[in-house]
């Protein structure tokens, strides 16, 4: 049975930071790449960062650069995403998503909520 389960969302202050993780099972992890996406009330769920399989590349979306950093432990079927510098835009469900060839699996999401 393929699962994909985030924990680290929160509430947070602006400005401050978490590490979202997604542990993956049931599928061969190191050949999937890996993608964390967000979705805001009201809003469509948007690409935040993806990495490759053996991590040589990542692509970040313009508004998380700088600030964002997705990383694997593949060893661990893990992708981490972490967040500095976080402000009231991010707040959202963010979803992490395996994907390979025409096989996509999905997490069920945890909220981060940037609040003063």
């Known amino acids: 049975q393929v699962q994909l389960v985030e924990s680290g969302g929160g509430l947070v202050q602006p400005g401050g930071s978490l590490r979202l993780a997604c542990v993956s099972s049931?599928?061969?992890?190191?050949?999937?790449?890996m993608s964390w996406y967000r979705q805001a009330p009201g809003k469509e769920r948007e690409l935040v960062a993806d990495?490759?399989?053996?991590?040589?590349?990542?692509n970040y979306a313009d508004f998380v650069k700088g600030r964002f950093t997705i990383s694997r432990a593949n060893a661990q079927n893990t992708v981490y995403l972490q967040m500095n510098s976080l402000n009231v835009e991010d707040t959202a469900v963010y979803y992490c998503?395996?994907?390979?060839?025409?096989?996509?699996?999905w997490g069920q999401g945890t909220q981060v909520t940037v609040s003063s």
């Open positions: 990495i490759s399989q053996n991590s040589w590349s990542r």
């Open positions: 049931g599928f061969p992890f190191n050949r999937y790449g």
């Open positions: 998503k395996a994907a390979s060839g025409s096989s996509t699996y």
